[in-house]
């Protein structure tokens, strides 16, 4: 039997849109965690750092990486990331780089890497740049 548990966190409450941050997944002792669109919002779903796109990224991967954490995931038990830039042609390098910092400060390896994709989308709110999506997968004990 597959237990879903949808969740928020006080630091990024649920999207006025209606779905939850994050579901976790469990069956057995294995747990999936579908983190969902997420971007440089506050805790008052406030867009954080308008017109910054390196500020925007590091804080969506703030986000991210406190989804994870809230439920006993780690950025290494991420096994997929889905990238959306609202301009690939101006962001994409720039993304890069921010990406790198934040594999490296969380101990993540070229060879660890997960799978990953980068597209460009027209985001929900037009003064985001970047939505990142992840899927985080955990054996316990």
């Not at 993540?108 to 985001?128: F, H, Q």
């Amino acid at each position: 039997m597959i237990k879903k548990i949808p969740f928020n966190i006080d630091s990024l409450p649920a999207p006025e849109a209606g779905f939850p941050r994050a579901t976790e997944l469990k069956t057995g002792n294995v747990r999936i965690l579908l983190i969902s669109g997420t971007s440089s919002v506050g805790p008052n779903r406030e867009t954080m750092s308008p017109g910054d796109f390196e500020a925007q990224a590091r804080h969506t991967y703030k986000n991210i990486k406190d989804l994870l954490t809230s439920r006993g995931f780690e950025v290494s038990d991420v096994i997929r990331w889905r990238i959306y830039l609202s301009d690939i042609a101006k962001y994409y390098d720039r993304f890069n780089k921010i990406r790198d910092e934040f594999f490296c400060n969380n101990n993540i390896t070229r060879e660890n890497m997960a799978a990953s994709c980068c597209v460009e989308a027209k985001l929900c709110r037009e003064d985001l740049t970047v939505e990142i999506e992840a899927d985080a997968l955990r054996e316990d004990g």
